[in-house]
């Protein structure tokens, strides 16, 4: 005869939390995981903001946009990088996007200049933000033509 004072838990009990932990669970990541990404492409759309307002001071100076690319932190010419911010996050050595600037598809540098995030880690949906000094502004994503309210909200 078993003991009142004996209590527990039995395996069923146990296997049912379990599973609503794991229902739950399965749920929640994915809400979050959008929520970082969200956050990530606010500030990639904040450094291009930022990045654009250097480049306008830069042509008021120099009477010219600055072009350069940035892979993986790698600036050409080098001097951008001292003189912008080539990056998205709190350092360069951890950033969310890296920012270059480019030649407008129609004119030259002197006239236009596109910006553009280039995500690190891989962002199907938005890809590439990017903005142009002319107030264009596109994304390389799949959400660019199913969804553009997710590249520029």
């Known amino acids: 005869m078993k003991n009142s004072r004996e209590r527990g838990f039995t395996l069923i009990e146990l296997m ?59 600036t050409v010419p080098a001097t951008a990088s001292t003189t912008f911010k080539v990056f998205s996050g709190d350092s360069g050595s951890n950033p969310v996007y890296w920012l270059s600037a480019t030649t407008c598809p129609v004119g030259a540098i002197t006239d236009c200049v596109v910006v553009v995030a280039t995500p690190v880690q891989a962002d199907p949906a938005v890809g590439n933000l990017s903005i142009s000094s002319t107030g264009t502004k596109a994304c390389s994503g799949t959400a660019s033509t199913s969804n553009p309210k997710l590249c520029w909200p």
Request: proline share 2%; aromatic share 8%; net charge positive.
């Open 16 to 74: 049912i939390v379990v599973a609503v932990i794991a229902i739950l669970a399965s749920i929640a990541y994915p809400a979050y995981r959008d929520s970082v990404l969200k956050g990530k492409r606010a500030a990639g759309r904040a450094a291009l903001a930022e990045l654009l307002q250097q480049e306008e001071r830069y042509m008021t100076q120099q009477n010219t946009y600055l072009s350069f690319t940035n892979t993986g932190g790698t």
